[in-house]
């Protein structure tokens, strides 16, 4: 089953004290953090949904991620970003992962708890006390998505899910905030070692660059968003530097990958050509094989070190 995850980060605000103190402890942002680890468990369809903060989306663009914005991000709660994300991805998962931002300190085991668990919400624990990520069956999000009642993500998910399963890890970041300064150093510290990963930068290329994570995520977007401009702000890039991306990959290749309908008042549409569909269809299973592979090697290679 293919998962996704939805990292909420539209609360976090440059103008936020506890944030600031956070990032200048923990060098990586509470978001970076999620998605390293998500990355490490091989989840790489991941959705960060922010709020006015550009400089966040500049600073994660490296992680081939897509973007969405809450821009009621002050006045509105994280479930109204949760829906915001999930709408975005669920169509296109099997399950989707849960991360809001406040809860950074999860470990990859418990998420590969929660992967092989069933059930239409799946919650860790830790001494008794139920914790992040939630992960939900693709299935009942339209439900997500239409509950209005009181009671935030939580209430969404009892109200929605048939079957929520709970599994205890042993893991005591799952259940743990940002809370004071001292608390915080004793999480990260504890984090650090496991976020330890192989970095690897797949791609294609001939003369000039095909394909690799920015332009994946582009055509992924191009293809759900029907539109090369509002695929370019999900993925946060610029309008000029998405069609550069597209022009040199379609000269390489000698072919088109966008099939483009200009459009008049409303502006033109875009959709995937049927070979742009075929590469980026064999361009993912090739990604992921590679990433597999690659993960696998580096649990071999440094097996009962580096936090193995």
């Not at 956070?22 to 991941?46: H, N, Q, Y």
């Not at 239409?146 to 399963?165: D, F, N, R, W």
């Not at 797949?202 to 509002?230: F, H, P, T, W, Y």
Request: with cysteine.
């Amino acid at each position: 089953m293919r998962t996704g995850a939805v990292v909420t980060a539209a609360n976090i605000t440059e103008r936020d004290e506890n944030i600031n103190a956070f990032d200048d402890i923990a060098v990586m942002s509470a978001p970076e953090r999620i998605v390293a680890t998500l990355k490490k468990c091989g989840i790489d369809d991941i959705i960060v949904v922010t709020g006015y903060d550009a400089k966040l989306r500049k600073k994660m663009r490296h992680f081939g991620l897509s973007f969405a914005e809450n821009k009621g991000y002050d006045v509105t709660d994280v479930l109204q970003s949760a829906k915001l994300g999930l709408e975005k991805i669920y169509r296109r998962c099997d399950r989707v992962l849960f991360c809001p931002s406040g809860y950074p300190f999860f470990g990859d085991d418990t998420v590969r708890a929660l992967v092989s668990s069933e059930g239409d919400a799946v919650i860790p624990s830790y001494g008794g006390k139920k914790g992040h990520p939630l992960l939900i069956d693709s299935e009942i999000v339209p439900r997500i998505l239409s509950y209005e009642e009181e009671g935030g993500m939580s209430g969404a998910v009892k109200k929605s899910a048939k079957t929520i399963t709970v599994v205890p890890v042993d893991d005591m970041g799952c259940v743990s905030s940002k809370s004071d300064e001292e608390e915080i150093k004793k999480l990260i510290d504890r984090q650090n070692p496991t976020l330890i990963r192989p970095q690897i930068e797949i791609g294609l290329a001939g003369m000039r660059n095909i394909m690799g994570m920015q332009m994946k995520q582009l055509l992924i977007q191009v293809d759900r968003l029907g539109s090369v401009r509002e695929a370019s702000e999900s993925v946060g890039i610029s309008y000029s530097a998405a069609w550069n991306l597209i022009k040199e990959s379609e000269e390489e290749l000698g072919s088109g990958l966008i099939d483009r309908q200009n459009g008049g008042r409303f502006g033109g549409t875009a959709r995937l050509t049927g070979e742009g569909r075929i590469i980026l269809d064999r361009y993912i299973k090739y990604e992921e094989e590679v990433s597999e592979f690659a993960n696998a090697k580096f649990d071999e290679c440094f097996k009962g070190i580096l936090g193995r």
